[in-house]
């Protein structure tokens, strides 16, 4: 069952708390992303995984960083969260020989106060 | 750099009738075009893509889009919509070369009874 998984799906914290949003896959996709979506810009990418330990910066990677120790587990950390990284976070997958065919969890929405 | 336009952020239709929406891109190599649907509150799901061949792709519910080298586009179509497909689109574009995936800002399409 082809499937990318989110956890939490809501998250309420507060200001210069640690954020820790998870996700994980059962296709052993080598390539994985951490978007956030906000109202109006659409989908930016955070951070690009390649495979284990291998990691590169998206468009916005400022005020994040990423761990990925197993093939099936990308996780996207806040170390002091801001006001301003209150949106929603998607995670995806790819399957390297697809082209562009990305698998996508149901999102993570995270707000801060 | 890849860059991916929709130039409609909204179009309502009543149900039954026709629907196409915009997708140009900007890129000179070798690329892969594809649409995601998103459901309000759910992650996107793959609709389609094209990267080579026989520029008309179906995809899944009815959906079909057409390839065109000369417009730089990549309009989706489907002939008769229903209620449910009632959802943002996303276009996307990735050069064949890379792992980085651009998205345009979608289209929320509106299906009126």
């Known amino acids: 069952d082809m499937k990318v998984t989110q956890m939490p799906r809501y998250l309420i914290k507060r200001m210069g708390e640690n954020v820790l949003l998870e996700c994980g896959q059962d296709?052993?996709?080598?390539?994985m992303y951490w978007y956030r979506q906000d109202p109006g810009l659409g989908l930016q990418l955070i951070y690009i995984?390649?495979?284990?330990?291998?990691?590169s910066e998206g468009d916005i990677p400022k005020g994040y960083r990423v761990s990925r120790k197993k093939r099936e587990h990308f996780s996207l950390i806040l170390d002091s969260a801001k006001t301003n990284q209150t949106s929603v976070y998607f995670c995806?997958?790819?399957?390297?020989?697809?082209?562009?065919?990305?698998?996508f969890g149901e999102g993570s929405r995270l707000i801060v106060v | 750099t890849q860059t991916v336009s929709q130039s409609d952020a909204h179009v309502t239709v009543f149900e039954g009738d026709s629907v196409e929406l915009r997708c140009n891109y900007s890129?000179?190599?070798?690329?892969?075009l594809s649409w995601y649907i998103q459901h309000h509150g759910h992650g996107l799901q793959f609709l389609l893509k094209?990267?080579?061949?026989?520029?008309v792709v179906q995809g899944v519910n009815g959906f079909e889009a057409e390839f065109s080298k000369s417009d730089s586009s990549f309009h989706l179509r489907k002939a008769s919509v229903h209620w449910s497909d009632s959802a943002v689109y996303f276009c996307?574009?990735?050069?064949?070369?890379?792992?980085?995936?651009?998205f345009g800002d979608g289209t929320q399409l509106v299906v009126k009874p």
């Open positions: 296709m052993s996709h080598e390539t």
């Open positions: 996307a574009v990735s050069a064949s070369s890379n792992n980085r995936i651009f």
């Open positions: 995984s390649y495979d284990v330990d291998s990691n």
């Open positions: 995806a997958s790819r399957r390297d020989s697809s082209g562009n065919t990305l698998y």
């Open positions: 094209y990267y080579s061949g026989n520029p």
């Open positions: 890129y000179g190599g070798s690329i892969y």
